[in-house]
Nanobody, 120 residues
Framework: QVQLVESGGGLVQAGGSLRLSCAAS????????VGWFRQAPGTEREFVAA?????HYADSVKGRFIIWRDNAKNTVNLQMNSLNPEDTAVYYC????????????????WGQGTQVTVSS
């Protein structure tokens, strides 16, 4: 398994932007598919975006969020634009061998999460 650390969360007003970063330690990230998921209080963890052979986005973030790899820094990043209060959640990155999928059950390595709060 690969160890993951998220960064970049915080508090932002509606309409603002944040960039999350997921860093891998001990392994080269480029050989893994990486996904971003989020979980708001009282809800199940839901898919946001994933990269690895394919790029997938949840319908709720298409056109607003962008996922990409920075191989030089060994990170996978998530640019989040036009944020709204419904985007408030703890955001997790996860990694798996193979191609990107949209199910959290397919991912075996998880970070600790970073809080994103969007105020109205």
């Amino acid at each position: 398994q690969v160890q993951l650390v998220e960064s970049g969360g915080g508090l932002v007003q509606a309409g603002g932007s944040l960039r999350l970063s997921c860093a891998a330690s001990g392994r080269t990230f480029s050989s893994y598919a990486v996904g971003w998921f989020r979980q708001a209080p009282g809800t199940e963890r839901e898919f946001v975006a994933a990269i690895g052979g394919y790029i997938h986005y949840a319908d709720s973030v298409k056109g607003r969020f962008i996922i990409w790899r920075d191989n030089a820094k060994n990170t996978v990043n998530l640019q989040m634009n036009s944020l709204n209060p419904e985007d408030t959640a703890v955001y997790y990155c996860a990694a798996r061998s193979g191609i990107a999928t949209m199910s959290p059950r397919d991912f075996g390595s998880w970070g600790q999460g970073t809080q994103v709060t969007v105020s109205s």
